[in-house]
Structures are given as C-alpha cells and as structure tokens.
C-alpha cells in the first residue's frame, strides 16, 4: 500500500490567491483528518470525516477554510483568499473506524504533508 | 523539520542508554492514547498505544505507561539508538475520533 498520499509536497504561493490541498486517504480507511502543523501552536486537528461526512469541523480557523470529501478516495482543503499566517505544514491522516457503532481505538496513518507558504 | 517547536523540550541521552519521554495530558475523560514519532520531513508515525483500562503496555523495545490518577503519560525507549531521534508526541482521544496531540518532546541521540 502506498500510505497516504498528499499533493502538492511544496506550494509557495502570494496573499490573497487560492490554495487547493489534496488527499488521497489508504484503500479500505473510512475516516479522514487534516491536521496543520506549526512552530507555535503544534499539531493541530482541523477537521475529520466518517464516511466522507464531516464530523468535527471546530478546528477550522475561519471561513477562509473550507475542505471536502466527494468520495472515499479523495479530499481536498481549500483555503481561499490566503494569508502569511496560514503557511504551516499541514497533514491528512487516515483510519479505519466504525462510524456510528462503538468507537474503535484504531492509529491514524499520516501522510507526508504539504509545506505551504504564503508570502 | 517541520515538526520542531520554537520551545519544544529536549532530551538528550546517551546512545545505547533508556530514554524516559513524559507527557500530561488534559482530558480525564480520555481513554485512549497514543505515541507517535515524528522525524524530520516526515509525518508522524505510529509507535504505540494505551487504553485507559490499563497501566503498562510493551512493545519493541518501548514501554508506555499510564497513570490516570495524575493524567500522566510516559513512553520508555530501552537501548536508545541514533534512528531514535525524532520528535516524539503523545495524543489523547476524547469524545469520537478526536485527537489532542501534546506539545511534543526533541529527542536528541548522542554518538
């Protein structure tokens, strides 16, 4: 299996342009989180699905952030306009969990991050 | 890499000695835990995990151990070795699948 895939690796863009984020999760895995990373504030979850439902959305920092899961393959993070504050490194993990029954202490698996900066 | 906090802790050992890596965690209510390792570049990786109806588990070489009176989380790495340095991070499940991660701890292997 390859892991988690995340693409771009790297994206350096400018203030106020739009930044698209993409994630692949493992075959099989039926939740799916972003987390961004910082010097200041660590780890940080942003949002997760069940199912390509959103659960938990109260990580995202404002409206400017928005992410998505049309199908069980894929997800996006889009943040729209960007800022200098939103560069950080920023991850999607993924498990496999039995949304809707009890919960199940399953590992996230992560993939490789992309390192966005805006100047 | 891009995992190393401005006042991220660090310990330093000496290779081929135990390392002690702590953690207090926030949420009583917590019942499963986590370590992962993050080395640089890369994101974190799963090392080992706790629920909160136990006190020790073990692993390759790894121990965790959980004291719930105290919210106090430890992982023991035996015979520490230099592809032990990384960042190392404990995270608490709460309610769902949410996880909070900790601050993280630099372990730094010395030759």
């Known amino acids: 299996d390859a892991g988690v895939i995340q693409s771009p690796r790297h994206e350096v863009t400018e203030m106020g342009q739009e930044v698209t984020l993409r994630c692949k999760p493992i075959?099989?895995?039926?939740?799916l989180f972003w987390y961004r990373q910082t010097m200041m504030r660590g780890l940080e979850l942003l949002i997760y699905?069940?199912?390509?439902?959103?659960?938990?959305d109260s990580g995202m920092p404002e409206d400017r952030f928005s992410a998505k899961m049309p199908n069980a393959s894929f997800s996006t993070l889009k943040i729209q306009p960007s800022e200098p504050r939103d560069s950080a490194v920023y991850f999607c993990?993924?498990?496999?969990?039995?949304?809707?029954?009890?919960?199940?202490?399953?590992?996230?698996?992560f993939g490789p991050g992309t390192r966005l900066t805006v100047l | 890499g891009e995992s190393v906090g401005l006042h991220l802790p660090t310990l330093s050992v000496q290779e081929g000695d135990n390392s002690i890596i702590n953690c207090a965690y926030s949420n009583s209510a917590s019942d499963y835990f986590i370590w992962y390792k993050q080395e640089s570049g890369k994101g974190p990786q799963f090392i080992i995990d706790?629920?909160?109806?136990?006190d020790k588990r073990q692993g390759q070489r790894v121990t965790v151990l959980l004291n719930k009176t105290v919210k106090h989380l430890s992982l023991q790495i035996a015979a520490t070795q230099p592809g032990d340095s990384a960042v190392y991070f404990c995270a608490e499940r709460g309610l769902g699948q949410n996880f909070v991660f900790g601050p993280g701890t630099r372990l730094s292997v010395l030759p």
């Open positions: 075959s099989g895995h039926n939740s």
């Open positions: 993990a993924s498990s496999s969990s039995l949304a809707g029954v009890a919960r199940s202490y399953n590992e996230q698996f």
């Open positions: 699905f069940n199912n390509n439902v959103p659960i938990d």
């Open positions: 706790i629920r909160s109806n136990m």
